[in-house]
């Protein structure tokens, strides 16, 4: 399904950034979704993952505690709330859609069942 991510930018280690997934054309009812993140000669990761079929949340275990995953149903839009920012949180963060009622867990720990990424948005954490 087709998201666009938004919110990226440059912050100081400590500083909080939101990221903003928007589905276009679709509605995120039913759906997992999940923000991944790719750094520098890394594989991409999970983050964390909403399945909005039950609410059920997944977060990896680098950002849990700092992070936190939404959803504004009006808006039809999925947000990372970002906290206390550490230079290694610096990668591409890619927001991924399914309707295929996978769970949040296995959405963010299988990042090959994504069958399509955006372009994705850079994320700096650097003093």
């Known amino acids: 399904e087709h998201v666009v991510e938004s919110g990226g930018g440059l912050v100081q280690p400590g500083g909080s950034l939101r990221l903003s997934c928007a589905a276009s054309g679709f509605t995120f009812d039913h759906y997992t979704v999940g923000w991944f993140r790719q750094a520098p000669g890394k594989e991409r990761e999970g983050v964390s993952c909403l399945d909005n079929s039950n609410g059920n949340t997944y977060y990896a275990d680098s950002v849990k505690g700092r992070f936190t995953i939404s959803r504004d149903i009006a808006k039809n839009t999925v947000f990372l709330q970002m906290n206390s920012l550490k230079p290694e949180d610096t990668a591409v963060y890619y927001c991924?859609?399914?309707?295929?009622?996978?769970?949040?867990?296995?959405?963010?720990?299988?990042?090959?069942?994504?069958?399509?990424w955006g372009q994705g948005t850079q994320v700096t954490v650097s003093s």
């Open positions: 991924a859609a399914d309707w295929r009622d996978f769970s949040a867990n296995f959405y963010c720990t299988e990042p090959e069942s994504v069958d399509s």
